[in-house]
């Protein structure tokens, strides 16, 4: 079946640092990727669809120069938060969708701003 | 805008026992998608459901599709402690990006 490999599963970072998310679809090629965030005992909030080698789309309200979202292949998708803050922690979780798959998801990021 | 609306928000309930959650969105989609989370966790796939009048069963679980009433249904027979989770519908909007929408969620509480 359709594997996602998201990592780090954690990290710890300082205030003011920026910090990248990996997401890798393991054994097909991902037509689009997606990323959430979710917040303690809340749902998942698209923040992002990006697609190979073009410009993600972001929802409104999420601040594009802030989460950066790169999209080099088919089967990579990284997201960075830069200049982090404590109110960006939060649990970041990545989506690859294939027409045959659908939606597959990654373990997620546990984002911790110190 | 899609809005995908659960309800109840929380649920607890005895072993033994059976019940429905609700999932109610506001646009017309071709596909709904039930998900489960434990504390800490990604998303564990339970159900796709492609068509109206669709019915999948899996368990102790069954969710159903009504697409003229925008309404999907994850009814849970006999409930056992391995259920509680959160669980959570999530809606197809269409278009190019076939972006997916999630519901607000439920907390499901088995007690003893």
């Known amino acids: 079946g359709a594997v996602v490999s998201q990592h780090p599963s954690w990290v710890i970072c300082k205030s003011g640092t920026s910090v990248k998310i990996e997401c890798r679809s393991l054994?097909?090629?991902?037509?689009?990727m997606f990323w959430y965030r979710q917040f303690p005992k809340q749902s998942l909030m698209l923040m992002a669809t990006s697609n190979e080698g073009s410009k993600a789309t972001y929802e409104q309200g999420v601040e594009k120069d802030k989460f950066l979202i790169n999209h080099a292949s088919l089967t990579l998708s990284t997201l960075t938060v830069t200049s982090a803050h404590p109110e960006d922690s939060s649990f970041y979780i990545c989506?690859?969708?294939?027409?045959?798959?659908?939606?597959?998801f990654g373990s997620g990021t546990r984002l911790t701003v110190v | 805008e899609l809005k995908v609306e659960q309800n109840p928000l929380f649920l607890s309930m005895q072993e033994g026992k059976n019940y429905t959650i609700y999932c109610n969105y506001s646009t017309t989609s071709d596909r709904l998608y039930w998900y489960r989370q434990d504390p800490g966790k990604s998303l564990e796939s339970l159900f796709v459901?492609?068509?109206?009048?669709a019915v999948k069963q899996e368990g102790r679980l069954m969710a159903s599709l009504d697409t003229k009433a925008r309404l999907s249904t994850l009814h849970i027979t006999a409930a056992v402690h391995d259920l509680s989770a959160t669980y959570f519908c999530?809606?197809?909007?269409?278009?190019?990006?076939?972006?997916?929408?999630f519901g607000t969620g439920t907390l499901l509480a088995v007690q003893p």
């Open positions: 989506s690859a969708s294939a027409w045959i798959y659908g939606y597959t």
């Open positions: 459901l492609l068509s109206n009048g």
């Open positions: 999530a809606v197809n909007y269409g278009g190019a990006t076939n972006k997916l929408i």
């Open positions: 054994d097909f090629q991902a037509t689009t």
